[in-house]
């Protein structure tokens, strides 16, 4: 069974963060990844994703976005390019075409097992996403049969959905934009809307994330806020890639997008939705400019606010077999797939427990999760900190195992 010190699993942009702060300490380590670099970004994203965060924000530990336009966003396809190029300039020692299928304790270390042979390591870091899976709520087992399900991670463009309306259930990221595009293909589309987060792609003539950034709320840490399961569930912002235009459910209702609340049931055929919607606006309003006072207050002085989201009359019913909606997309989020993990570390719910990326297991890391150890942690540009961290953490393992090693023999 081969040996090394760290095993990485996965080679996404995450697992190549890590990989080169492990390197610039010199942690002999390997990168494990089932299929090739930058897989998600290969297999999982539609034909029009453009990132969310501008190019200048593609920033990774001792790489960055060079090209012509910091204000752009990146496709898939250029993304995958730039993974690429990064595992390339980085040397990061990826296996690709290996599928982890196990990783259990064994000694001081782990035994990672795989479908091309095992491998010992006294130090794991899970880097295999956050978002590996799309989660359908257990109420989409109750759609009648002849609508067809489709999740974003499935989804590739308009002309593989039938003709005929469309039901989009979640407002976040991906449910606002695959409405827009669905709607501007010519079908009648609903979004089904429950907690989202609202957000201008610009303010005060710059990018939103401009000032984000550069107030410092995405490196707000995970030990300073009140309640951080909840900062872990946030919903991602109500972003689309495309420079200076915000789409928003106002953008979106202006287009003539119906709005719905949150799907609450489907019952003989019938969504029922909640009555809440006007509540959930309120609230993401209230959020929003919450985080504009923040930019204010950093900034010195007031901006122009957006007007409040508009409520018109939204049904609280919508009969499924009525022949009106033909597709139904769930952009309700994702999930990591840690099934394999064969260490006790997971909590009820089945999620790894860990603080800030260390879990109790001596050794085991997680990458990439939603504000893992701070508020980007999940974005390309929270890998950077996050990995050097994590990094600093497993090399005083190593240092504290190898002292205890010696004392033994002495
Ligand atoms: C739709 C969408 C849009 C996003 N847009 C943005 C954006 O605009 N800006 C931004 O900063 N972030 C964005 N993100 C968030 C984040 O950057 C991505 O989710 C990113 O792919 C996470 O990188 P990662 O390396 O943590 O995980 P992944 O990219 O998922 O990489 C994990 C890797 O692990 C491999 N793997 C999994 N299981 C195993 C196994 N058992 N054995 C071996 N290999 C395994 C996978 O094949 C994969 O290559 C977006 C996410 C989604 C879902």
């Known amino acids: 069974m081969p040996d090394t010190t760290t095993v990485i699993v996965g080679a996404g942009h995450s ?13 002999d380590h390997v990168v494990l990844e089932r299929a090739d670099v930058a897989n998600s970004w ?3 994203r539609w034909d029009s994703l453009r990132l969310l965060t501008p190019n ?11 090209g012509a336009d910091p204000d752009g966003y990146l496709d898939a396809k250029q993304v995958t390019a730039l993974l690429e190029d990064y595992a390339r300039a980085s040397g990061a020692p990826v296996l690709g075409g290996t599928t982890v299928t196990s990783v259990r304790a064994a000694g001081d270390g782990y035994v990672v097992r795989t479908d091309q042979g095992s491998w010992h390591a006294l130090t794991v870091v899970l880097a295999s996403g956050a978002a590996a899976v799309p989660v ?18 499935g989804y590739r463009n308009p ?16 449910g606002i934009q695959l409405a827009d595009e669905l709607h501007r293909s010519g079908r009648p589309v609903t979004l089904a809307v429950g907690e989202h987060v609202r957000m201008p792609r610009t303010y005060r003539d710059r990018d939103i994330l401009w000032w984000m950034d550069a107030a410092g709320v995405l490196d707000q840490r995970y030990d300073e ?9 946030v919903p991602s912002m109500q972003l689309v890639g495309s420079p200076g235009r915000t789409l928003d459910l106002n953008a979106l209702t202006s287009a003539g997008v119906r709005l719905a609340g949150r799907l609450a049931g489907i019952q003989d055929g019938v969504a029922q939705f909640s009555g809440s919607l006007p509540n959930v606006c309120a609230l993401a309003d209230l959020k929003l400019n919450r985080l504009l006072d923040t930019i204010d207050a950093w900034a010195g002085m007031p901006g122009e606010r957006p007007a409040p989201t508009i409520v018109r009359t939204a049904p609280l019913r919508l009969d499924l077999r009525s022949g009106e909606i033909s597709s139904i997309v769930w952009a309700t989020g994702f999930r990591p797939d840690l099934s394999w993990l064969d260490v006790p570390v997971l ?3 089945g999620r790894v427990a860990h603080d800030g990326g260390v879990t109790a297991c001596p050794g085991l890391y997680l990458l990439g999760m939603p504000f893992l150890r701070r508020r980007k942690s999940s974005l390309i540009d929270g890998a950077a900190n996050d990995a050097a961290d994590l990094t600093a953490h497993l090399v005083s393992h190593l240092d504290a195992r190898a002292g205890g090693r010696e004392r033994r023999a002495s």
Do not use: F, N
């Open 15 to 27: 697992g190549l963060a890590m990989s080169y702060c492990l390197a610039a300490q010199s942690v």
């Open 42 to 44: 290969r297999t999982q």
């Open 56 to 66: 200048w924000m593609t920033r990774l530990p001792g790489y960055g976005y060079q």
């Open 136 to 153: 359908m709520p257990a109420v989409a087992s109750a759609v009648p049969a002849g609508i067809t399900s489709v999740t974003p991670a």
């Open 159 to 174: 002309d593989e959905l039938p003709q005929g309306g469309v039901l989009v259930v979640g407002a976040s990221a991906s």
């Open 225 to 233: 806020v009140d309640d951080l399961v909840r900062a872990r569930h």
């Open 347 to 349: 909590d009820r719910k």
